[in-house]
């Protein structure tokens, strides 16, 4: 593969990765000179009325606090305007006075501290401004956040199975970060921009008239040319973010399978993929950099060639038709100034479109239907025993693609009902439907004789314990992740449920035993370690109802064996449901049930079975395998 083939191919494996990746933007529209933020949504908002009007909610607990950091806001603009303006009288009266006389040195000394004691006010609210406005941000972010945790905890499963781990937490962080930015700076920069834009261009216009024409002739001139750098500097930006998004997405892929790469000695060509999207990068963020950093000098150019034409028209008005030295002066502070609020206005614009943005698809999440809620009649079974009937069940993920079809089943208090079949036939659909984390479409589930849709879910979901193939452990100690499937149990039975998944030998070898801190998801166990606690958590529960979903298929076979006398023990009493590759785990069961394309094809004992020599006959002597 040439080159540029090899470079398509990088960038079709990695550029989705750009869309979270950081981004450096330089002055502009795009953001403040040299700031770092990560990328977060791009482009206007879709309904931008109402999702101001939904942020605006967020702050309405602080309201008095916004009003206060308005109110300091003013105090600094207009200390900052007064003391700009006050160099014409300290000109015209103390240091070059208008009728020829001496200046005075003690007057001056006076007047200056008037200014210092003006600007000082003008520090100090907008020392006050900035500590209110981000106590209110935080305080907004935090009921935000909050109400955004909440609201995940009612989706149902099915969101989670549609919407990527990665999309999900940007909403916590890029989103929501980019929110507090707006909070907490940008919409105080855009109102004392705005009022500081205003409060010059009346005192330009109360000072002279005609040098304050020859500003605003300038200001179309200045915005079109910085129109036209942010343009194209917008573009390479977006460029730039993509490169390194493949980038990062590169690396991270490189680290997380280092030992796959060294097995099959990869190392040279990881270097040579590197090489071309690092170059790609680099390219990039030279194009991105210049017409980024171009903005500054454009716009300070204009400012320049500004300030000359009215200094050269401000000196003739002074001899010709007799403008004060002092109006002068400040007139060309002001022509400075004029300038600086107005791109800091341009700039914050992108930010307050990118954070309103954000602000959707935090607002998209929230407005996601939650998991339906309970019947009217729904009832509480207490205690509950474990009859599981499916009649005549049918379901599908989606309307048109039919996942299980016409499937019945019972299954008895202590009994063992095992599910076999080719990946993709709806074994872990089943349990999925057993624990109400889809509702079917035709058909009923019933438990104790009572359909599950007339049972609450949390009634439900406290009676069944599921082991799954994926283990996941909480940061804690090995304690308290056995506890999160009773969080009353005491600690002899947690020890009892750890003896029972064959987890108590290893764990006593910890260096702390039960209080041995777990985190990054038990990183310091094995994966059959991780796997006896996860089987242990479902021992402590009381749940007559029990899935395992390939539990035992991260443990090695002397492992297994152990597990399997504490399982007998675990199912004595209980209602459990195995989904399993590795048959010999489910030779004991009183019904297997072997799937094909969402039918049961066949059922019966394990002697049953293999009598009959049909499919599960085949996948248990090695005639077939399980896809």
């Known amino acids: 593969m040439d080159m540029e083939k090899r470079r398509q191919s990088l960038k079709r494996r990695y550029g989705n990765r750009a869309a979270s990746a950081p981004v450096r933007r330089g002055p502009g529209p795009g953001g403040p000179g040299g700031a770092r933020r990560m990328g977060g949504p791009k482009g206007m908002p879709k309904n931008t009325k109402q999702t101001v009007s939904r942020l605006m909610h967020y702050l309405d607990a602080d309201k008095g606090k916004m009003i206060l950091a308005v109110f300091c806001v003013i105090i600094n603009t207009l200390a900052t305007l007064a003391g700009s303006y006050m160099l014409r009288p300290i000109i015209n009266t103390y240091i070059a006075p208008t009728d020829g006389s001496r200046g005075d040195a003690a007057g001056l000394a006076g007047a200056l501290l008037v200014m210092a004691a003006i600007y000082l006010a003008g520090v100090l609210a907008n020392y006050f401004q900035a500590k209110i406005m981000l106590t209110v941000a935080q305080n907004a972010l935090q009921r935000l956040r909050d109400d955004l945790f909440t609201k995940l905890q009612t989706l149902p499963v099915r969101y989670y199975d549609t919407n990527s781990n990665g999309d999900i937490m940007s909403r916590f962080t890029n989103d929501v970060d980019t929110i507090g930015n707006m909070l907490s700076s940008t919409l105080v920069q855009l109102f004392s921009g705005a009022l500081s834009l205003v409060g010059t261009l009346l005192l330009m216009l109360y000072t002279n008239i005609y040098l304050t024409a020859v500003t ?125 609020p107005i791109n800091e206005i341009s700039m914050q614009i992108s930010n307050v479109f990118s954070a309103l943005a954000g602000a959707e698809r935090v607002f998209r999440v929230m407005d996601e239907e939650p998991e339906p809620a309970d019947a009217p009649d729904a009832r509480v079974l207490e205690p509950m025993e474990g009859h599981v009937i499916l009649d005549h069940v049918t379901f599908g993920y989606v309307p048109e693609k039919t996942i299980l079809k016409d499937v019945s089943l019972y299954a008895k208090p202590g009994q063992k009902i095992a599910f076999v079949g080719s990946t993709g036939a709806g074994k872990t659909t ?198």
């Open 430 to 627: 089943i349990t999925n439907l057993i624990n109400r984390f889809y509702d079917i479409q035709s058909g009923t589930i019933t438990i104790d004789g009572v359909d599950i849709k007339k049972i609450s879910r949390e009634n439900l979901r406290k009676n069944i314990a599921m082991v799954l193939q994926d283990t996941h452990l909480f940061t804690g100690t090995v304690r308290e992740n056995i506890r999160y499937g009773r969080l009353d149990a005491t600690d002899e039975e947690v020890i009892q449920a750890a003896k029972t998944a064959s987890a108590h030998s290893f764990i006593m070898r910890l260096p702390k035993g039960y209080d041995t801190m777990l985190e990054g998801d038990g990183a310091n166990l094995s994966q059959g370690q991780r796997q006896l606690l996860n089987i242990a958590r479902a021992a402590i529960s009381k749940a007559p109802i029990l899935i395992l979903d390939e539990a035992t298929s991260s443990v090695d076979t002397r492992t297994e064996k152990h597990i399997e006398h504490g399982m007998d023990r675990l199912m004595a009493d209980r209602t459990t449901f195995v989904i399993a590759h590795r048959l010999s785990t489910v030779r004991n069961a009183n019904a297997i049930m072997v799937l094909e394309n969402g039918q049961i094809i066949e059922r019966g004992d394990h002697d049953d079975l293999v009598a009959q020599k049909g499919r599960y006959y085949q996948l248990y002597t090695g005639l077939s395998e399980l896809d």
């Open 216 to 340: 605003l002739v300038m200001i179309p001139l200045m915005m079109k040319a910085g129109g036209a750098v942010a343009g194209r500097s917008q573009k390479f930006f977006s460029a730039q973010q993509y490169s390194l998004g493949a980038l990062n997405g590169y690396v991270e892929e490189m680290i997380t399978g280092q030992k796959v790469v060294k097995v099959f000695c990869h190392e040279d060509v990881a270097e040579e993929e590197f090489h071309i999207l690092n170059e790609e990068l680099r390219e990039n963020q030279i194009r991105a950099q210049f017409f980024g950093g171009v903005m500054g000098p454009v716009m300070n150019n204009l400012s320049q060639v500004n300030y000359a034409l009215t200094a050269c028209i401000g000196g003739l008005l002074c001899v010709l038709k007799g403008f004060d030295v002092g109006g002068l002066t400040v007139f060309l502070n002001f022509s400075r100034q004029f300038s600086r």
